[in-house]
């Protein structure tokens, strides 16, 4: 998927990591159309039979896109492009902005234009917008839970194949920051890697400049290994907020490494373990079990010649 709003490539510095946000989420549509198409095509094939056969071909529409849950919107864009696609040179009387609050009835979006083509855009354009607002939204209540304990909120790789872009994109929108973007962008230690009983300190040494420099942790002995090593940041992976706490004591003054958290987080618990001196938490429900948000389009024909 392309069209991403910033380039993943090069690494962060630790600093930036964990007090830099990223920068305003935009979308480069012109580089997402032919993800878009492929989304159009799928659903469309060689064509909406139901709409070809009910719906006159001259016949115009105004569509209104209602929110049933209150949420955070994201992929508005999107949503729009795809509707664009579908074709009957589609007017927006109506947007909201991705980022902004909604509530359960609010109207969110108001397009008039070919009756035909936006009901051929309808359900791709809602899967779009359902899915990033929902992921959107879920960030933002993960954000909104840790305010105040200068804890940052991670995404994962943890991705739909071919949305990676996208998904990041709306945790970006609901205040949360990119752990990485793929495998190329930092180095990430982990037990599968540790495994082969390779020099830890002589891999992170080796790495490209600037490239950050992650080790995850099981234990607090191997916390211990890892800040050893020279890792920037150590990833205490399923540790109670209570074994976050005594690695926190141990690292003292310092501010480093960062530690990260991961593992097992939930609404209910990610407050605890932010104060007890997580720096950073990475979670993947973010993107692998938000659920979308609750959009309907609601279609109402135009008089003709209007």
């Known amino acids: 998927m392309q069209g991403f709003y910033a380039d993943p490539k090069g690494g962060q510095t630790d600093e930036a990591m964990k007090n830099t946000p ?26 909406d039979v139901t709409t070809k056969l009910t719906v006159p071909a001259a016949a115009r529409a105004l569509a209104r896109v209602i929110s049933k849950a209150d949420g955070v919107l994201a992929g508005m864009e999107v949503a729009l492009g795809v509707l664009r696609l579908a074709g009957g040179g589609l007017r927006v009387r109506s947007a909201s ?36 607002s929902g992921i959107a939204t879920l960030t933002a209540r993960f954000v909104e839970t840790v305010d105040g304990t200068g804890t940052v909120i991670l995404d994962t790789r943890k991705t739909t194949p071919c949305w990676r872009r996208l998904e990041k994109y709306a945790v970006a929108v609901g205040g949360g920051c990119c752990h990485r973007y793929g ?29 950050p420099a992650i080790v995850e942790a099981e234990s607090f002995e191997q916390y211990r290994a890892a800040a ?9 992976d399923d540790f109670t907020p209570e074994e976050v706490a005594r690695v926190h004591a141990a690292r003292g003054a310092s501010s480093r490494p960062l530690l990260e958290v991961s593992g097992g987080i939930s609404l209910a618990n990610v407050r605890a373990y932010a104060e007890a001196g997580a720096d950073r938490i990475s979670i993947g429900a973010l993107t692998h079990s938000a659920p979308p948000l609750d959009l309907s389009m609601r279609i109402e024909p135009l008089p003709p010649g209007s």
């Open 183 to 211: 495998l190329f962008d930092a180095v990430l230690v982990k037990e599968n890697h540790l495994a082969f009983g390779g020099d830890l300190a002589a891999a992170l040494a080796a790495r490209p400049d600037g490239m």
């Open 22 to 47: 990223l920068p305003s989420p935009v979308l480069d549509l012109d580089a997402l159309r032919p993800d878009l198409e492929s989304a159009l095509a799928e659903d469309i094939g060689p064509g």
């Open 228 to 236: 050893a090593a020279g890792a920037e940041v150590v990833l205490l």
């Open 97 to 132: 902005s991705d980022g902004c609050r909604v509530r359960a009835g609010e109207r969110v979006l108001v397009v008039e234009g070919q009756a035909q083509g936006l009901l051929r855009g309808e359900r791709t354009a809602l899967n779009f917008l359902m899915r990033l």
